[in-house]
């Protein structure tokens, strides 16, 4: 008890020195435009129920931008996890999607925005569920396929190239000691690779989700965007409330590492003898 007391008191120390610092900065500035006071941020969260700037409450915003979120990670996934237990199963297939992949990983995710919307343009699930104009076509209309596509992209690098790893490091050992106790293909590959590569595979879904969530601010910047916490950092900023920007940014942070808390959950309680924290 004593030693995780100790442990969470050290993990405030940055914190409370970076809330200082800006607290000593925004006095001296004395320019919200420049920097808000500490003051201004805690009164935004306080009222996070009000309609900022129109776009609406805080929840809302973020609610939006985990449901973007949740759509192009999980489509990012079933692209990209397949693939890389495969690449790192097959090595004609890893040869065959290895090249591509390399020379498309350094693309930014706004590099890909003129492309992506010259293939989707601001068609959303509303448009592919064709749902009539009201509340609902307006909820789903929030997420638009270029968006999606962009957080999928997002998420596919960590998890392919984490997949592939995992599942070509292996010991070799495993596998010839099934053959010889008579194991079938299909056993070595889902009671042995897969297991195996087990702590990679959690490690590339974690950087993945990182990385979709990292992509949001892109995201919410396309045209039709008119939700979302990426969205209300970008058009706070266009009308001078920087507090909002601030605020904005705090509930990125403070959700991505929520988010990221869950599979550090599952690596201690799965994988605790890996020290990947």
């Known amino acids: 008890m004593r030693n995780s007391l100790r442990r969470t008191l050290i993990s405030f120390i940055v914190p409370v020195i970076l809330i200082c610092i800006w607290t000593i900065f925004a006095n001296k500035i004395d320019n919200p435009i420049i920097l808000p006071k500490l003051s201004q941020v805690l009164s935004n969260f306080i009222h996070a129920t009000d309609d900022f700037i129109g ?14 979120v949740m759509l192009g990670y999980l489509v990012g996934i079933i692209v990209a996890l397949p693939l890389g237990i495969f690449m790192g199963y097959k090595e004609k297939i890893n040869l ?4 591509t992949i390399n020379i498309i990983r350094p693309v930014p995710a ?11 343009g601001t068609k959303s699930l509303a448009t592919l569920f064709k749902i009539p104009y009201g509340t609902r076509q307006v909820f789903f209309n929030n997420f638009k396929f270029s968006m999606i596509f962009i957080i999928a992209i997002g998420t596919f690098f960590p998890v392919v190239s984490s997949s592939a790893f995992g599942v070509r490091n292996v010991p070799k050992t495993l596998i ?16 042995i690779l897969i297991p195996g590569a087990g702590p990679n595979i959690i490690y590339g879904l974690r950087g993945g989700l990182g990385s979709a969530w990292a992509c949001l601010v892109a ?19 266009e ?39």
Do not use: Q
């Open 55 to 68: 776009l609406g409450s805080l929840p809302k915003n973020i609610s939006v931008s985990i449901i973007r």
């Open 96 to 99: 065959l999607f290895s090249k």
């Open 110 to 120: 706004l590099g890909w925005v003129p492309l992506i919307l010259a293939w989707f």
């Open 176 to 191: 010839e000691s099934a053959k010889v106790l008579g194991a079938s293909k299909r056993d070595i590959f889902f009671k």
């Open 219 to 237: 995201a919410e910047m396309l045209p039709g965007s008119l939700s979302g916490v990426g969205y209300l950092i970008t058009h706070s900023y």
């Open 239 to 277: 009308l001078a409330r920087i507090d909002l920007v601030v605020t904005g940014i705090i509930c990125i942070g403070l959700v991505g590492s929520l988010l990221d808390y869950i599979f550090i959950v599952i690596e201690n309680r799965h994988f605790s003898w890996l020290s990947r924290r």
